[in-house]
C-alpha cells in the first residue's frame, strides 16, 4: 500500500518510522511519502492560508498550494506504478472513522491524506478531487483537535496492523471489538498472564481449567458485562439473534431485558455500579 501525506509539519509523522507502521514499511508492505504543503507556496511567507468568504474567526487553507501539491504527488505515485488512490480528509465533520472503515481503507492500493490546520481547507480542492479519486472526509472522534496530522497517525495504525503480513497472525483481528460480522460488537474483557498471582492479586480460577468451553463462556459473559458498563449503546443496538440464552441469562443479571421487539434495554430502576 502506498501513503501519501501532505501537511505543514511533516515532523509531525515521525512515528510513521517507528512501532508496527515503522516494521510494516521495513518489511515493505507500506510505501510511505510525507511532502510539506509549503514547497507548493510561491510568496515570501509561504502562505497556506486566508480568511473566510463571509466572515467569521479563523483561517482558511488556500486552494492554490493544495491543488498543485496534489497535482503532484498524485501524477508522481502514478509515474512510480500506484493506481486506484484515495484521498483520505480527516475533519471534525467527517463520517465517523470506524473499524469498518478502516477494513475498507485496508482494501485500497494506495491512499493520500490531507490533514488541514486553522479552519479546514477551502472546499473546492475537495470538490475537485472528487471527480478524480473516492474522497472520505473522516472524524476519529467527537472533539476538535488542533489539526489533522494525529488522525492521520490514528488511521494509519488502525489500517497498517489489517495489511497482510503485518500483524503475523491472520486470526489477530478476527477477534477484535468492533470486527465488522463480528457477532456481536462487544469490547473485549479483561486479559492476564504471568505470574498467577501479583501483588496478593490472583487471576480468574476458570483461566486455569483448560476447560475450553468454560473459558471461552467467562470470555464472553466479562465482554457482554463491559460493554454493558462502558459502552451499553452497543448492547442496544444488537440484533437479538446475536444473543444465545446464556448472553441473555447474563444480561438479566446485569439488568437488562428484552423489549417487545427482541432489543435489550437496561432496566432504568435497576443501574448496577
Ligand atoms: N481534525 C480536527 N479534529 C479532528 C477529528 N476529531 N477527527 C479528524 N480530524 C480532525
Not at 474567526?57 to 512510480?80: I, R, S
Request: one cysteine or more; glycine letters at 10%; proline letters at 8%.
Amino acid at each position: 500500500m502506498r501513503l501519501d501525506v501532505v501537511t505543514i509539519f511533516p515532523e509531525y509523522l515521525e512515528p510513521l518510522n517507528v512501532s508496527l507502521v515503522g516494521k510494516a514499511r521495513a518489511r515493505g508492505r507500506l510505501d510511505v511519502h510525507v511532502h510539506d504543503l509549503r514547497r507548493w507556496t510561491y510568496d515570501r511567507h509561504h502562505t497556506v492560508d486566508d480568511t473566510p468568504y463571509g466572515g467569521g474567526p479563523g483561517m482558511v487553507m488556500k486552494t492554490e498550494p493544495w491543488g498543485e501539491a496534489l497535482d503532484e504527488v498524485t501524477a508522481a505515485g502514478y509515474e512510480a506504478g500506484a493506481h486506484g488512490p484515495v484521498l483520505v480528509v480527516p475533519t471534525p465533520s467527517g463520517r465517523p472513522f470506524t473499524q469498518e472503515v478502516a477494513v475498507e481503507l485496508s482494501r485500497r492500493p494506495w491512499l493520500v491524506f490531507t490533514p488541514a490546520r486553522y479552519e479546514g481547507i477551502d472546499r473546492r480542492v475537495t470538490d475537485e478531487y472528487a471527480t478524480r479519486m473516492p474522497v472520505y472526509e473522516v472524524s476519529i472522534g467527537d472533539y476538535v483537535l488542533a489539526g489533522g496530522e494525529a488522525a492521520v497517525l490514528v488511521i494509519t495504525e488502525a489500517v497498517a496492523r489489517l495489511l497482510p503480513g503485518v500483524l503475523g497472525n491472520a486470526e489477530s483481528h478476527r477477534d477484535d471489538s468492533f470486527a465488522p460480522g463480528a457477532m456481536a460488537n462487544l469490547l473485549e474483557g479483561p486479559v492476564y498472564t504471568k505470574p498467577p498471582v501479583w501483588r496478593g492479586h490472583g487471576i480468574p480460577d476458570v483461566l486455569l481449567s483448560g476447560h475450553h468451553g468454560k473459558i471461552a463462556r467467562w470470555r464472553r459473559d466479562e465482554a457482554l458485562r463491559r460493554t454493558a458498563r462502558h459502552r451499553p449503546d452497543l448492547i442496544e443496538r444488537c440484533d437479538p439473534a446475536a444473543f444465545d440464552k446464556k448472553d441473555r441469562e447474563t444480561l438479566s443479571n446485569l439488568g437488562w431485558a428484552p423489549e417487545p421487539g427482541g432489543r435489550f434495554w437496561r432496566r432504568p430502576d435497576d443501574v448496577e455500579e
